[in-house]
C-alpha cells in the first residue's frame, strides 16, 4: 500500500507498506518524500524502498496488508497498526511522523513515534556499556539511545529492537539519530539527516518460540554470517598490550604448552611499526621480526595454528601509504575538499613532519583496495591471514573538534554519489570490513577462512566475517557484571563478541587472580575466548624496557594464566578448569553456533528468551541460557564479598535443574542461595534435565 503525500510538518512524504519480500510475518514500512533507489542498506534480499513488487496505490480506508502471522491496517491519515494475527494483540502503531529541512538537499530530520507503554521491556540495539546496577533493568524502556554517542570505544548501535509484546523492528538507517523511549505512551524514532525512514517490522510464524522466530527473520533480512572455524571456538586466544618481538612470541607460546594450555590464536597489538600507516613489521625488523613467516610456521608446530596481526585506519606523514593516500584522494575529506586531520594518533617512532593524520575513506573501492596492497605484503604473503582492525568506530576524533564530524563526505558507489557523513556514518566499520574480506577472498582465500576482530559493528559486518569485542574495558568486578549485561543485549542484534577476558586496563596481575578465573567462567560461554590487556605494575626488572622493540615502554605487565596472584596456584587451576568445561561442551556448543547460522538463535540469551511465559525471567539481568540445555549464573563478586550467589531458575515446577558439578537438583521457579567454594573450580551452572 502507498499513501497518498501527506504533511509532516515542513514536509510532504509519503508512507510505503509492503510484506518484506522474502521473509515470512514481516513488513516493510518507508517513509520517504520520493521512491529512492540504491540507498546504503543493510537488507541483502532488496536495497530498495519500494521492493521488486510495486506497492498498489491506496484507495479504501482501510486497508491491510498481510504476511503470514502479521498485518498492517493502514488508514488514510497515515497511522498504520501492526498486529500478530495468531493472538489479535496490535504490537505497535505508527501514530506520526515529523520531516524537517535540514542542511543538505533531499536529506530531512525524521522523528517517527510509535505506541509503546509503561510495561514494555525494549532489548537489543547493539552495545551501549550497560550500567552494572543489577538493581537497573536490562530493558532500554526509560532511555534514550544517542546513534552519535554511542559510536566509540565500547559502544556500537545496530537499530534492532526486541520488544517483550513479542516483535522486533529495525531502523534500516546507518546515520546519525537516536530512539528516545523516555515516555511510557510511545517509542520516538529519530534520524537527524535521511531521505527515508525505513522500517522492518517482523514476528514469529504461528506455532513458533516468539523470540527465536523474530531472530531467524531478522536474519533472513539482514543476511546470515557465516560458520566460525573450529580453531576460532575450539581453544584460547592469546594476546597482550603487547607482545614485542618475533622471540618473545615464540617464547609465550612455548612457555603456555610448557603450563598446560595451547592457545589455537596469537594476536600480535600495535606498535610493531615504526609509523602508524606501514601495514607491516617495520620497527627494527632485522631485530625484531626478521623471519615473520618462519614464525607463524614455528608457531604453527607448536599446535597455535592461527594469528591475527593489529590495524588500525590512520596513515602517519612518512609512513608507507602516506604518499599514495594523500596524492589519489584516499583520505576522508570534509565536503569542502580539505582532507580531514584526523587528531594526534601518532608514533614517535616515526620522524613525521606536520601533514594531517590521514584516516582513510573505506566507502571508496579504490580506498579498500589499496589498503588491502599493504596488509598482503608484509602479513598475508608471510602466512598472517587474519586482521585485529582496531579502532573502526572510528577511533579519535579530528584535531580540534569533540566529536566525530558529519560534515565529511562518503561515496555510495551503488548511484555513483557523495554522501554526507551525517547520514551514513554507521557505515564506517561495514565499510571497512568489507575490505579486508575483499582483499583475503581476491587473494585466493575460501570465505570462510579469514576472519576480523573489530572493535565496532553495524547490521551487515557478520557478512565480512567481523568478531566484535567490548572495547577498552577496566579490570573490576564491576565491569565484568556489565559485560554480562551486554552480552544479553549484544546477542540479540550481533551473532559473534567477546570481552578482554580480565578486562583491558588497571588490573594488578599480583592480586586479580580471583577476578581473572571469574571472567574465564563467564568468556567460555561466549562466541570466542580471548585473554587480553595491559596489566600493571611493570617495575623495571619484572617487566625489563627493550630499548628496541619496545622503546616507548608500551608493553604491560604480564598477561599470562600462570601469573595471577596472591595464589597462581589456585588461579591457574580455576582458568583451566574454565577452558576444559568448554572443551567438555564444544560438541553443544558448535551444534548450537550452527543454529545461530541457520536460524538466528543466539547461543548466549536472557533467560525470557526460552522461558517467554515467566514473568520474572525478564527480571533477570545477570543470568542467562547457554542454549536451551544450560543456565549459567556467572560469579559477579569476590568471595570476600559474599560466598552465596542467588539463582533464579526460570519456568514452573516442571523444569529440572541438575548442578554441573555438584549433581544437587533444582525445580523451576525457585530462587536458591548456592554455595561458592574457595577453591575457583565451580560456578553455578545448570544442566536443563527435563521439561516434563
Known amino acids: ?166 516483535y522486533g523492528i529495525f531502523l534500516n538507517h546507518p546515520g546519525w539519530g537516536g530512539i528516545d523511549m523516555q515516555a511510557d505512551s510511545k517509542t520516538i524514532w529519530e534520524a537527524t539527516m535521511a531521505r527515508q525512514m525505513d522500517f522492518f517490522i517482523t514476528v514469529a510464524d504461528k506455532g513458533a518460540n516468539p523470540y527465536a522466530g523474530i531472530m531467524e527473520h531478522y536474519y533472513e533480512a539482514i543476511g546470515h554470517p557465516r560458520m566460525l572455524p573450529t580453531w576460532a571456538t575450539d581453544g584460547m586466544w592469546a594476546s597482550k598490550e603487547r607482545y614485542s618481538s618475533q622471540t618473545e612470541i615464540e617464547g609465550v607460546v612455548k612457555n603456555y604448552t610448557n603450563h598446560g594450555i595451547t592457545p589455537s590464536v596469537l594476536v600480535i597489538d600495535w606498535k610493531h611499526y615504526k609509523c602508524v600507516g606501514d601495514y607491516g613489521f617495520t620497527l627494527n625488523p632485522e631485530v625484531c621480526w626478521p623471519k615473520p613467516s618462519a614464525m607463524v610456521q614455528n608457531l604453527k608446530d607448536m599446535g597455535t595454528t592461527q594469528m591475527f596481526v593489529s590495524l588500525h585506519p590512520w596513515s602517519q606523514d612518512n609512513s608507507n601509504s602516506y604518499d599514495e593516500f594523500m596524492d589519489k584522494g584516499y583520505c576522508l575529506k570534509y565536503a569542502n575538499g580539505t582532507t580531514v586531520n584526523w587528531g594526534s594518533w601518532t608514533l614517535k617512532s616515526c620522524k613525521a613532519s606536520n601533514g594531517p593524520l590521514c584516516i582513510y575513506n573505506p566507502s571508496i573501492p579504490a580506498s579498500r583496495q589499496a589498503l588491502w596492497s599493504y596488509l598482503k605484503k608484509d602479513y598475508f604473503d608471510n602466512g598472517i591471514t587474519n586482521f585485529w582492525t582496531d579502532g573502526t568506530e572510528p577511533a579519535g576524533r579530528p584535531k580540534g573538534e569533540q566529536g566525530l564530524p558529519g560534515d565529511v563526505v562518503f561515496f555510495n558507489e551503488k548511484r555513483n554519489e557523495s554522501v554526507p557523513g551525517e547520514a551514513v556514518f554507521m ?85 586479580m587472580g580471583e577476578l581473572v578465573v571469574r571472567w574465564f567462567q563467564f568468556s567460555i560461554f561466549t562466541t570466542i575466548v580471548r585473554l587480553h590487556g595491559t596489566r600493571d605494575p611493570r617495575e623495571p626488572g619484572m617487566i625489563p624496557l627493550d630499548a628496541e622493540c619496545d622503546p616507548t615502554g608500551a608493553a604491560g605487565g604480564p598477561i599470562e594464566p600462570w601469573v595471577y596472584g596472591p595464589n597462581t596456584t589456585l588461579s591457574l587451576a580455576g582458568i583451566k578448569k574454565a577452558l576444559q568445561i568448554r572443551s567438555d561442551l564444544q560438541s553443544y556448543f558448535r551444534a548450537q553456533l550452527s543454529l545461530q547460522v541457520t536460524a538466528g538463535q543466539p547461543v548466549l540469551r536472557p533467560l525470557w528468551f526460552d522461558f517467554f511465559d515467566d514473568s520474572k525471567a525478564f527480571e533477570i539481568n545477570d543470568q542467562f541460557m547457554f542454549g536451551p540445555d544450560y543456565m549459567v549464573a556467572p560469579v559477579l563478586q569476590a568471595l570476600n564479598d559474599s560466598a552465596v550467589r542467588q539463582v533464579y531458575f526460570p519456568g514452573s515446577s516442571s523444569v529440572s535443574y541438575t548442578n554441573y558439578f555438584t549433581n544437587e537438583l533444582y525445580e523451576g521457579g525457585m530462587t536458591v542461595n548456592v554455595s561458592l567454594q574457595a577453591d575457583l573450580l565451580s560456578f553455578p551452572l545448570f544442566k536443563v534435565t527435563s521439561t516434563k
Not at 518484506?20 to 536495497?47: H, K, M, Y
Not at 579486508?436 to 577462512?449: L, P, Q
Not at 549484544?490 to 563478541?497: C, E
Open 1 to 166: 500500500v502507498a499513501l497518498p503525500m501527506v504533511l509532516g510538518a515542513d514536509i510532504n512524504y509519503q508512507t510505503i507498506v509492503t510484506p518484506f519480500p522474502g521473509v515470512s510475518s514481516s513488513l516493510r514500512i518507508v517513509l520517504c518524500t520520493e521512491r529512492w533507489q540504491g540507498l546504503p542498506s543493510a537488507f541483502v534480499s532488496d536495497n530498495d524502498a519500494t521492493s521488486s513488487q510495486e506497492p498498489f496505490e491506496y484507495t479504501a480506508d482501510p486497508t491491510t496488508v498481510t504476511n503470514g502471522n502479521i498485518e498492517a491496517t493502514v488508514f488514510g491519515n497515515g497511522t498504520v497498526t501492526v498486529r500478530k494475527l495468531d493472538t489479535g494483540d496490535i504490537v505497535v502503531t505508527l501514530m506520526s511522523v515529523m520531516v524537517a529541512n535540514t542542511t543538505q538537499e533531499t536529506y530531512y530530520a525524521w522523528n517517527v513515534s510509535m505506541s509503546s507503554d509503561a510495561e514494555e521491556g525494549i532489548y537489543g540495539l547493539g552495545e551501549l556499556e550497560m550500567d552494572f546496577d543489577n538493581s537497573k533493568p536490562l530493558s532500554y524502556k526509560g532511555n534514550y539511545v544517542d546513534f552519535k554517542a554511542n559510536q566509540l570505544n565500547k559502544h556500537f548501535t545496530i537499530p534492532f529492537a526486541i520488544s517483550s509484546k513479542r
Open 427 to 511: 557505515m564506517w566499520p561495514v565499510w571497512h570490513a568489507t575490505g579486508v574480506h575483499e582483499g583475503v577472498v581476491a587473494a585466493g582465500m575460501d570465505a570462510n577462512a579469514s576472519w576480523t576482530l573489530t572493535r565496532s559493528a553495524w547490521a551487515g559486518s557478520q557478512l565480512q566475517n567481523a568478531i566484535v569485542w567490548s572495547g577498552d574495558i577496566s579490570s573490576d568486578f564491576d565491569t565484568l557484571a556489565a559485560q554480562v549485561k551486554n552480552a544479553l543485549n549484544v546477542y540479540l542484534t550481533y551473532p559473534y563478541w567477546n570481552t578482554d577476558t580480565g578486562g583491558f586496563g588497571g588490573g594488578d596481575w599480583q592480586n
